[in-house]
């Protein structure tokens, strides 16, 4: 395994690619303490905020001392033609921190009412601005990476595991199982992929809790994603099985299935790993269409894709520019995983470095 | 007949494509219980060929004409693949000249026979470590319990050599074919191999097809043996043999 340190070696010295990882780090961490880094709960909403625009921040008292963080209460105006403003009151809301507030569970095991920070009722915080029913972006932002990262992470291992096995069995046996696998495949293929996201989506009943949705989702993008990585390890079992160890191992007695996941599927881990590093985006970006169009997660649960549908509104857009926030998480995500997962199949293979994204 | 292991008769190989090339042609031995036989011939005579259609492992470019092989009266040849699987390791095995190329390089020494014992035994459970460490110990590695835990590049040469030995033997195999077993050691390890060789027989029961190009170890070691020049058996008047015989007198 000292190969894989090698390469891991060479990963570090990429340092956009280290500056990604990190960032995917902390986006992971962030997910897994949504619940007490965010100041409000999923079902929180205030219909008093509707698109209430990011909240300033002030240290300062009106008579310029230095007064701690806080936030002003705000007020809604409509002008003449009904549009919609707020303005800052007087009212004055310090920011509190670990301040108890509406009741979550930690991992959904611990009993907690602390969040990171918080401002009293009636006043809000919103640091990235409200949606249509006052509902913090920045709140449900965290919320919904729960959703749209994770759904990368195990629709990968799904699809993963089927192609790996797939591409395995069609590789080391070849002749007919391999011909009946590989056309398998290609119809697999063949179909653009989000016509057939939304024909398996038809195919599932809507009336589903969001649990039951989301795991609907996540097969169904597996189900679409597995055929390209079964083709590529396909191909390297093709030439895995003409290693020696390979024949040692028939001439020992081993059965096929024990060769399989003994002796070849193993080198070809490090190819995956850079195979399903650049598959995440794919599902992220899946499940953000699905959800954007309304087939996905449904409301009040929150994944960037559904935040994004009020999105969909030019005019929304224009007046309360801050409902394109999830975007920008979800491009920044798609775009570390794509660094990282480029650096990674180059450090592994220096040779392919500066190849494009067809190798 | 009784003594009989391995009965080879008018083994003939062709390449599939070219039916009227014989890689082996007509090829006829037998190996006695506990015997040592020798193959042996230049390159491309058929050797590797031959050790492999022992266990039943033709190469796929290559196909069966002619000829029967009999281990323990049964044919080989004839054989379904769970048979053959069962067979392999278990009853014959196999050693090979390159033991650098015949272990996964990802894969300790000691999960390799493990494994292998599991193929066969699988009931076996915590016995099979000791049984593995034992068998290490049977072909001279030292410190086993260190060796079991190596992967294969930490190893010598002469010790991959005898760790591949422990390998073929963990099933307590019938039949060894051993292919050049020291053609890739070094001439003091050879004499170690060989004087291991005759260990094995003596205290298993062996029965080794033993298979080089060097006639003058074969000669050593082997109670008879076959030479094989271009995919024939010939005898010892045959113009190869007299080459070879005097090439060992220079």
């Known amino acids: 395994m000292s190969e894989m340190r090698l390469a891991w070696q060479r990963f570090v010295r990429d340092r956009v690619a280290f500056i990604a990882l990190g960032v995917l780090g902390l986006l992971y961490a962030l997910t897994l303490f949504a619940d007490v880094i965010a100041p409000y709960t999923l079902r929180d909403e205030s219909r008093l905020h509707t698109y209430c625009p990011p909240s300033a921040l002030h240290v300062l008292a009106a008579d310029g001392s230095f007064s701690g963080l806080y936030v002003r209460g705000v007020a809604m105006h409509y002008d003449e033609y009904r549009r919609r403003s707020y303005n800052e009151t007087q009212d004055v809301y310090p920011v509190k921190f670990f301040a108890r507030g509406e009741p979550y569970q930690l991992f959904g095991l611990v009993r907690m009412d602390r969040h990171l920070f918080s401002v009293d009722e009636p006043g809000r915080i919103y640091l990235l601005g409200a949606d249509s029913r006052g509902r913090d972006i920045f709140s449900r932002i965290l919320h919904g990476a729960r959703v749209s990262l994770t759904i990368g992470i195990l629709g990968v291992l799904i699809s993963f595991g089927i192609g790996l096995l797939v591409g395995g069995i069609a590789g080391y046996f070849g002749g007919h199982v391999d011909n009946v696998l590989m056309r398998l495949c290609e119809m697999v293929m063949m179909v653009p992929g989000f016509y057939l996201l939304l024909a398996l989506r038809a195919a599932v009943p809507d009336s589903l809790s969001s649990l039951q949705i989301y795991a609907a989702i996540t097969i169904i993008l597996s189900f679409i994603g597995w055929a390209g990585l079964a083709r590529v390890i396909r191909g390297m079992c093709l030439s895995l099985k003409e290693r020696d160890y390979v024949l040692a191992a028939w001439t020992m007695g081993l059965g096929d299935m024990e060769i399989i996941v003994r002796h070849i599927l193993p080198h070809t881990i490090s190819y995956s790993l850079a195979a399903v590093t650049l598959a995440v985006p794919g599902y992220i970006l899946g499940e953000s269409a699905l959800s954007l169009i309304g087939l996905g997660i449904q409301d009040p649960y929150a994944s960037w894709g559904n935040m994004l549908s009020e999105a969909m509104s030019i005019v929304r857009i224009q007046f309360a520019p801050w409902i394109l926030w999830p975007a920008f998480f979800i491009g920044l995500a798609v775009m570390c995983f794509n660094l990282v997962g480029d650096a990674w199949r180059d450090a592994w293979d220096p040779l392919l470095k500066g190849r494009g994204d067809n190798a | ?250």
């Open chain 2, 1 to 250: 007949m009784n003594d009989t292991r391995l009965l080879v008769k008018g083994l003939t190989v062709t390449l599939r494509e070219q039916p009227f090339t014989p890689i082996l042609k007509d090829v006829s031995f037998s190996v006695g219980r506990g015997t040592i036989t020798g193959i042996v011939g230049g390159s491309g005579s058929g050797k590797t060929t031959l050790a492999l259609a022992l266990l039943g492992l033709v190469p796929p470019a290559m196909r069966v004409k002619s000829g029967e092989i009999l281990f323990e009266g049964r044919d080989v040849l004839g054989m379904d693949a769970e048979e053959l699987r069962r067979l392999r390791g278990a009853r014959i095995s196999m050693s090979f000249q390159e033991p650098s190329g015949a272990f996964d390089p990802v894969v300790t020494i000691g999960a390799h026979i493990l494994a292998a014992m599991a193929a066969h035994n699988p009931s076996a459970g915590t016995l099979a470590r000791q049984k593995m460490l034992d068998l290490l110990a049977l072909v001279e590695v030292p410190d086993p319990r260190r060796v079991a835990a190596c992967y294969p590049h930490e190893l010598s040469g002469g010790l991959r050599q005898r760790a591949m030995l422990a390998l073929a033997l963990c099933a307590r195999p019938a039949l060894l074919v051993a292919d050049e077993p020291t053609s890739s050691l070094d001439v003091t390890l050879q004499a170690r191999v060989m004087a291991l060789f005759r260990k094995l027989r003596r205290e298993l029961g062996v029965s080794i097809v033993l298979i080089a190009h060097d006639l003058g170890m074969v000669r050593r070691l082997a109670d008879e043996t076959v030479i094989l020049s271009q995919g024939r058996v010939v005898g010892a008047d045959h113009a190869y043999a007299k080459a070879l015989m005097a090439a060992e007198e220079m």
